[in-house]
Every structure is written in structure tokens, then in C-alpha cells.
């Protein structure tokens, strides 16, 4: 291990931004003494954030605040690392905020935005100078054709590492579900070449180290089967390679080595053929299509994500997660590397986030439960590491409650993993409880700073998030296990969760509210009609309401709805089921106020499920309120809505608990 030098400057010290007023508003100081602070202290943007570095390692490019939304903003290296930066706004939107961005070469930066949640994101291009700007893809706002959102997207699939003037693009234009590959020119627009046509089964593409399309993965919604398909060179054709049943054992790939031929797959089938209840990941041959030795697993969770390296052009290490995100590498120069960072940065959890392309210097990000990321700077040659910049730097650490990973058992005896949060000083005993079940549903709670999280803990809430049956991540039977059991073991899981909580002594029985948002939005209100006696208030935060009406208004982008419908319920010939289910239909037994709030140009969830809602509760004298924006989608972006929605939360809360 070699010791990492950190250079004397460093966050505890004081620093004076020499930046535009117009980009970086300064927030006035905070009373010490004031014990809730404020909710827009919370949702401010970052002030930095995703901070990449040019290819040739002159530049950083970041997301920060201008004219109060996130654009993207340019700065000297080497300014940034003399605490003396010169900002260059390359953009300026007002009314949206830039989704993303990536380095095309040198002189040219991409980034994504859509219109006002529509998630039809489109494509745009700038030089470093401000000029030559050009919407490569337009995004589209929101459409609705035969009840349904009209979805159409442009992503990056390759930045083509030979050709500084095209990247790889998939895009759903053509065919809602399945999108197909073009090779487009990043200074005029122009698609040259039409690289893939979807035969119209693929819904995702994969690339090799020097940008060529080499598989994909496809889905037989006809079948209720999927699989991954390799390019076979010489007919140009995709070929199979795979083909496993929807809720079957089964690989697919990870990643590539440089030899174009050998890599990885995430697999829940050993070589032998045997099943495995957690993913592992093993080498594999895709010319010859054969099994390596296994590459790493683990007993508790699926593994992993790749940890890859540009340069070597393979695996150095994987990370996962049961509680705490960790980390492994395999490569011995990046364990050295790694292993020296963790010791100069011993109280955060770190990784390297962006390198130039001759990897001389990398971008280290460091943050933990109570404190937002902080950037450095780490050098390669002279194995030294520099602070650049804080995200959020008027969130003080010692005043966010930490984020502790919690396990318990199901009534079924399953072991459930999750996180509870308590009030920083509190004595974490009887506390009230905001259970906030996450969204998806096949998706999980991570740890990390989670500022909503810490807005709640602020305001004396223990907060509970639990990965409850169908989260991901968690193994194969942890996911079945959540088949056609919306409201049902899925929801029991969420309810075994508060009991516990109770059952500890943490919180009193008598104070417990729920909120979540999509189908933590569908958790809210199933917790308050097939629990009602459990919650003294609900938040529904762009839910689902109806389960069949999911189906009725999906995008048409949504590719695998019979696989959905095996995993959720068929309206077809399950429409009583759903019913059931559906808290619109159970109205009448919610007995504590609500407060729901939606976005008008959501996508995924249509308003009419708030709009059944709040029929079925008038209906039945339920005390609730709604809150709609009329330029949102699946989520509050803009911080004017944030502030409304979050504001309000507080009081209702306050209104309810207290």
C-alpha cells in the first residue's frame, strides 16, 4: 500500500470563491444556535456537482446553479486547484435543469435534458468556448396518444474513442420499445449511419472497448422469455446466445476484456448448471461460449457492479451493498491506490469518480450518512490528494443524524435489510416515525447522504426505509418472493418494519405516519386502507392508486408488460385481483388525513390515479389535500415546486405527530 500525501489545504479551511454572483448565490449564515433549519437549506441545488475531467486532463466540467437551475459549467484545472476558479457558464437555462453531461473530446461537451418530466430526453452539444451549440436530438414534451405517454428518447451508447466527431446514439424513434443504434455527427446532427436496426425484440445494446456493437439483450414478450444475442462478424447478423424463461436462473454480460473475445457475466446459474439463489459473477468466452472460474459473490446480496478500467481495458474490481456500499479490488495498482486514499480519507467512503484519458489525475469522491460529497483531486505520479470543493458546504456535518443499516425478521421469518435514521441527539427512544418505503418496486434504499432523509431527522423524526420482498439485489427468491403481492407480504414487510421499530422501544406506536413516492406512493395508500389503524397520516407522493389503470396508461416505451403483468397481475384475467388491491377501491376505510401531490406531465403515473383518488376519498369524507404542478413528471425537480411541496410536508407532519 502506498501512503497517499494530502496537501495542507483542505475543506476546514477558509476559502473565498472569487465566483459570479449571477452563478453562485451565497446562503446567509445560519443562527448556530437554531435547532430545525430550514427546509431550503435542503433542497438548495448543489453547488457543485458530478464533476468530470476533460480527456486531456486540462479542464473540469460540472453541474452547479445558474440563473437557479443546474447548467453546465467549465472551469480551469488548474484555477480549481489554486482555489482561485473562473467559471464559464456554457449554458443557461432557466426554466429546466440539465440532466447530465459527458466529455465527447476536448473541445465538446454533451448534455441531456428533457421538458418538464416528459423523460423524452434529448441530446445536446456545446464547445468549451460557448460556441457551436446545437440540440442534436430536440426533446419532445409530453403527449398522450390513446391514453398512454408518448416517449421518445436519445442516449449516448459510445463515446467512439477513434472519432472525436461521432458517439453512438440508441434512440426509440422508430419503434417505441426497441430502440435502434445510429452513428451521429456531434457538430451537425447528422445521423451518417443507421448502425443497428432492432429487429424488434432488443432493449438494450452493448459496446466493446473501441466502440463497436457487439450483443444485446433482447425480451420475447410472446414467449415470456429473454436472453443476451451476440454480432456474429462476418454475416453482420445477431445471433442467440441465451434464451431463459422470465422468472428463470440466468446470465448475462457484464463486461469485456481487450481481446474482444473473453469478459464477464452476472449469472444466477453456476457452470455445472445449477442454480444460485445470488448472483456471481464468473469469467466467460462468448467466442466459444463456455463458463471461467468465478470472479467474486457474495452470501447476502447479488453481486456486483464492475469496477472497470479504460486503460487496461478490464476488471479491476467490483463493489456491492448490504448496508454500506463497499468496495474490492483485484488489480494490485489500483488496490495500492485505493488502499492509500482510504487511509488519508479514513472516516468517508471514497471512490474515483473521473480520470483523464492517460489517467495522471482522477477525480476522488469522499461522503458518508451525514456529510454530502466532497471532491479532491488525486495525482498520480506524485500519489498526492488535493480538496477541491464541497457539493452542499452549508450543510454542517455534526448536525445530520446518521444513517444506520438495521436487519430484522419478517413475520414469516425472512431477514429484511434496511436503514433507520434517528434525530441527531436524540436518545433514540419513542420516537414518531416517518416509514418511507422506496419506489420501483424492484429497486432498493441505498446509504449515502439522502438530504430529505436529514430534513426529516432535523424536524425530530426517526425515519425507517426498508428493502422489503421484490427489492433488488437481495437474491432471486427475496424477488419472486414479491410476485403478485402488491399490498399483500410486500406490504406486510413495510408494516413488520414499523412493529419492530415499536417492538424496540425507538418509536411510539401512536405516532407513526408513512410516506413514499411511485410505488412507495402505492405503500402509502395501501398502508392506510388495509393498516388504518397503524398510521396517523399518509403521504402519497406520485403514486399508484390503481393497479389495473398502471397497465391502461404506461408508456408506450414500457417494452415488457406481459412480463409486468406475470409479476404484478393481469387486468385481463385478473381484474378482480387488482381491484382488491387497489387502494381507490378501499377509500372508505382510510381514517387519517392525507396529503398527495403529482406532477401533471408524469409519464409513468398518469394523473388520473390522483384524480381517482381524491374521487374516492370525497366519496367517503376522507380529510385529505392535493397538490398538482403543472410542469412536473414522476418527481419535483424544480426547486419553486420543492419548496411548495416540502414546506407543506413539514407542516402536515407537524399537524399529525405532534
Known amino acids: 500500500m502506498r501512503t497517499v500525501n494530502i496537501k495542507k489545504r483542505g475543506p476546514d479551511m477558509k476559502l473565498k470563491f472569487f465566483l459570479s454572483v449571477a452563478i453562485f448565490a451565497t446562503l446567509s449564515t445560519q443562527n448556530i444556535f437554531a435547532q430545525t433549519i430550514p427546509v431550503d437549506t435542503f433542497i438548495k441545488k448543489p453547488q457543485f456537482a458530478s464533476l468530470q475531467i476533460s480527456p486531456d486532463g486540462k479542464e473540469v466540467a460540472v453541474l452547479a446553479p445558474v440563473r437557479g437551475r443546474m447548467n453546465v459549467v467549465i472551469m480551469s484545472l488548474d484555477d480549481l486547484k489554486a482555489h482561485t476558479p473562473k467559471p464559464r457558464a456554457l449554458t443557461g437555462y432557466a426554466d429546466e435543469d440539465v440532466s447530465g453531461f459527458m466529455w465527447a473530446n476536448n473541445e465538446r461537451i454533451l448534455y441531456f435534458m428533457d421538458k418538464d418530466g416528459s423523460e423524452s430526453f ?42 472525436d466527431d461521432s458517439i453512438l446514439v440508441v434512440t426509440n424513434e422508430r419503434r417505441a420499445s426497441y430502440p435502434d443504434v445510429y452513428k451521429m455527427n456531434i457538430y451537425n446532427a447528422k445521423k451518417k449511419k443507421l448502425v443497428q436496426r432492432n429487429p424488434g425484440n432488443v432493449g438494450s445494446w452493448f459496446t466493446d472497448w473501441d466502440g463497436e456493437v457487439v450483443g444485446a439483450s433482447y425480451q420475447d414478450e410472446e414467449e415470456l422469455e429473454g436472453g443476451f444475442m451476440l454480432l456474429n462478424e462476418e454475416t453482420g447478423e445477431l445471433e442467440e446466445v441465451t434464451r431463459f424463461a422470465w422468472d428463470a436462473p440466468a446470465f448475462g454480460p457484464a463486461g469485456l476484456t481487450g481481446d474482444g473475445e473473453t469478459g464477464y457475466v452476472t449469472s444466477t446459474l453456476n457452470p455445472d448448471g445449477t442454480e444460485r439463489d445470488k448472483a456471481a459473477i464468473f469469467r466467460y468466452n462468448f467466442k466459444t461460449r463456455t463458463f471461467g472460474e468465478m470472479v467474486y459473490e457474495h452470501d447476502v446480496v447479488d453481486c456486483c457492479g464492475l469496477i472497470q478500467n479504460r486503460k487496461k481495458r478490464d476488471l479491476i474490481g467490483v463493489g456491492y451493498m448490504v448496508g454500506i456500499p463497499e468496495q474490492v479490488y483485484f488489480d494490485e495498482r489500483w488496490k495500492g491506490i485505493m488502499d492509500g486514499i482510504n487511509q488519508a480519507l479514513p472516516n468517508t467512503k471514497n471512490g474515483i469518480s473521473s480520470m483523464d484519458e492517460n489517467e495522471t489525475v482522477a477525480i476522488v469522491t469522499a461522503g458518508t450518512s451525514q456529510q454530502p460529497t466532497r471532491y479532491y483531486l488525486y495525482d498520480f505520479e506524485s500519489n498526492s490528494l488535493e480538496w477541491l470543493v464541497d457539493s452542499r458546504p452549508w450543510i454542517d456535518a455534526e448536525k445530520m443524524a446518521e444513517i444506520k443499516p438495521i436487519e430484522f425478521k419478517a413475520r414469516d421469518g425472512r431477514t429484511l435489510h434496511g436503514y433507520l435514521t434517528v434525530p441527531q441527539g436524540s436518545d433514540g427512544k419513542n420516537l414518531p416515525l416517518i416509514m418511507n418505503p422506496h419506489g420501483g418496486p424492484w429497486a432498493r434504499d441505498g446509504w449515502g447522504f439522502n438530504w430529505e432523509t436529514q430534513m426529516l431527522a432535523n424536524r425530530g423524526y426517526a425515519v425507517m426505509q426498508v428493502n422489503f420482498r421484490g427489492s433488488t439485489g437481495f437474491g432471486r427468491d427475496h424477488m419472486q418472493s414479491s410476485w403478485k403481492q402488491w399490498g399483500q407480504a410486500m406490504q406486510h414487510d413495510v408494516t413488520d418494519g414499523v412493529m419492530w421499530a415499536v417492538e424496540q422501544g425507538i418509536v411510539d406506536k401512536d405516532r407513526v405516519c408513512i410516506y413514499g413516492g411511485s410505488y412507495g406512493g402505492y405503500a402509502t395508500m395501501a398502508g392506510l386502507t388495509f393498516t388504518p389503524d397503524l398510521y396517523k397520516c399518509g403521504i402519497n407522493y406520485v403514486g399508484v392508486t390503481d393497479i389495473a389503470l398502471l397497465f391502461e396508461t404506461a408508456p408506450d416505451s414500457w417494452g415488457e408488460l406481459e412480463t409486468l403483468k406475470k409479476m404484478v397481475g393481469d387486468p385481463d384475467t385478473e381484474k378482480e385481483f387488482l381491484e382488491e388491491w387497489s387502494p381507490t377501491n378501499h377509500a372508505d376505510k382510510i381514517k387519517v388525513p392525507v396529503f398527495m401531490a403529482y406532477g401533471l406531465q408524469d409519464p409513468r403515473v398518469s394523473i388520473r390515479h390522483a384524480q381517482e383518488m381524491e374521487k374516492a376519498m370525497k366519496k367517503n369524507d376522507v380529510e385529505y389535500e392535493l397538490m398538482v404542478k403543472k410542469n412536473e413528471g414522476h418527481g419535483f425537480r424544480k426547486t419553486e415546486n420543492m419548496h411548495d411541496f416540502y414546506t407543506r410536508m413539514e407542516s402536515f407532519l407537524a399537524e399529525n405527530l405532534n
Open 122 to 163: 434529448g441530446i445536446f452539444a456545446v464547445n468549451t468556448d460557448g460556441s457551436m451549440a446545437r440540440v442534436l436530438v430536440e426533446p419532445l414534451g409530453m403527449q398522450i396518444k390513446k391514453g398512454k405517454a408518448r416517449v421518445r428518447y436519445a442516449r449516448v451508447l459510445d463515446r467512439l474513442p477513434d472519432d
